[in-house]
């Protein structure tokens, strides 16, 4: 069974701070990850695809890497808004069942105003 | 351009009774995919459809079915409902043939309760 972590659970910030949370997957047979940011009572909004070992993506204040030969990525975000208030969760997917996304459980966080 | 949209969006039903869900992808986009989200397991994915075929199929029992029409609007079907199904359905469709490339757009969800 594929296990993708993600760390911390939860995370609480001041506005202002800047963070960042980490995804973890299984390093072999690595085809794709995928970044999701999902606010209470809206639908998950796609923020990443990433693909390709050493991928560094950026929309706004919101940025991603990718290190697929260790098996991990991290989302960072740059100045904390209380708008960032949202659970960010990663999906894997690997290359033996190309479409079966593999979602980790979320970090959750909190940005105090 | 108008997003995913999914209906209905509330059902409550009962242990034993099947149930249909339906979902409209973003005009264009010929994937749709269907995931399960429960505050024990998080989100699952459940299967992907393109062009009215099923690429992929999460690991549920085949009570959990879905086809896709030609006008790539999907529908899942879930029978013989268990109080364990209870969960929100959500439905995603992307611009690619697979989901697993290209970017999800997610649909509302239906929130379905098994009494």
Redesign the interface.
Same mark, same amino acid.
């Given at each position: 069974i594929l296990n993708v972590e993600q760390s911390p659970q939860s995370l609480h910030v001041q506005e202002g701070d800047s963070t960042n949370f980490t995804c973890s997957f299984p390093s072999s047979n690595f085809y794709a990850l995928h970044w999701y940011r999902w606010e209470t009572a809206k639908s998950p909004e796609a923020l990443f695809v990433m693909t390709l070992n050493g991928d560094e993506k950026k929309k706004g204040r919101i940025s991603a890497t990718l290190n697929t030969k260790e098996g991990y990525s991290y989302l960072y975000i740059k100045g904390s808004q209380p708008e960032d208030s949202a659970t960010y969760l990663c999906a894997f997917i690997d290359g033996g069942s190309q479409g079966n996304l593999i979602f980790g459980k979320g970090t959750k966080l909190s940005v105090k105003p | 351009k108008a997003g995913?949209t999914q209906t209905p969006r509330y059902l409550i039903k009962t242990r034993g009774q099947q149930v249909t869900l339906s979902c409209s992808p973003i005009s264009g986009h010929r994937s749709v @995919?269907w $995931?399960q989200q429960t505050p024990g397991q =998080?989100? #699952? *994915?459940l299967f +992907?459809y393109f062009s009215e075929t099923q690429?992929?199929? =999460?690991n549920f029992p085949g009570r959990f079915s879905g086809r896709q029409f030609s006008n790539s609007r999907s529908e899942m079907n879930v029978s013989t409902l268990e109080l364990g199904d209870s969960a929100l359905y959500?439905c &995603?469709s992307s611009s690619g043939a @697979? &989901? @697993? @490339? $290209? +970017? #999800?757009? *997610?649909?509302? =969800?239906t929130r379905l309760t098994v009494t």
């Open positions: - | 995913v @995919s $995931y =998080g989100l #699952q *994915f +992907e690429r992929n199929k =999460g959500l &995603a @697979s &989901a @697993s @490339s $290209y +970017e #999800q757009y *997610f649909g509302p =969800g």
